[in-house]
Antibody
């Protein structure tokens, strides 16, 4: 069965960095785009970034552009989110989610499965 | 960016009730609209994509409709496991955007 398992969350000081991982199993990871979505405590969902199945196409929310970098290692079936210059407002649970369709590029593909999330707390 | 709104923001309903939630996009998105269910402390669950197509394993009591800017999610007969927050999302254009959510609780 499809599984997405996030890790790497924790407490970090403002201005510092953190790298999140999302380990995939149960499907051909290299055929699917994957996204990061976050949810601040008590708030709604915010899309963060996406990377295409082959890693060539990446898109970011304006709120993280220039600070966060999405990447993937298809040999390890793992998605990453490198987060630099963290701010208090980045405090959130970060979820990864996969495209429902293979080989989707440029958007217009829905999600299907989500991971359980990992909590990032930015605080001094 | 495309703004998504939902109404109502919350509703109280009884088991067996028919519930309808509305989602509106700030510009036309065709049928690139998804619905998600989220329970407290849990990850979102994908319910519907392409405005009206059920994700695999989602019961047929959930249905979606609409195109362009106006969409609805209907739960035909509310059951205890359906009490949750529901979000719509447009995936027509990056950045993908979510509605603010509709919390469905027990009357």
């Amino acid at each position: 069965q499809v599984q997405l398992v996030e890790s790497g969350g924790g407490v970090v000081q403002p201005g510092r960095s953190l790298r999140l991982s999302c380990a995939a199993s149960g499907f051909t990871f290299s055929s699917y785009g994957v996204h990061w979505v976050r949810q601040a405590p008590g708030k709604g969902l915010e899309w963060v970034a996406v990377i295409s199945y082959d890693g060539r196409n990446k898109y970011y929310a304006d709120s993280v552009k220039g600070r966060f970098t999405i990447s993937r290692d298809n040999s390890k079936d793992t998605l990453y989110l490198q987060m630099n210059s963290l701010r208090a407002e980045d405090t959130a649970v970060f979820f990864c989610a996969k495209d429902r369709e293979r080989y989707c590029t440029g958007g217009s593909c829905p999600f299907d499965f989500w991971g359980q999330g990992t909590l990032v707390t930015v605080s001094s | 960016d495309i703004q998504m709104t939902q109404s109502p923001s919350s509703l109280s309903a009884s088991v067996g009730d028919r519930v309808t939630i509305t989602c509106r996009a700030s510009q036309g998105i065709g049928n690139y609209l998804a619905w998600f269910q989220q329970k407290p402390g849990k990850a979102p669950k994908s319910l519907i994509y392409a405005a009206s197509s059920l994700q695999s394993g989602v019961p047929s009591k959930f249905s979606g409709s609409g195109s362009g800017t106006d969409f609805t999610l209907t739960i035909s007969s509310l059951q205890p496991e359906d009490f949750a927050t529901y979000y719509c999302q447009q995936y027509n254009t990056y950045p993908f955007t979510f509605g603010p959510g509709t919390k469905v609780d027990i009357k």
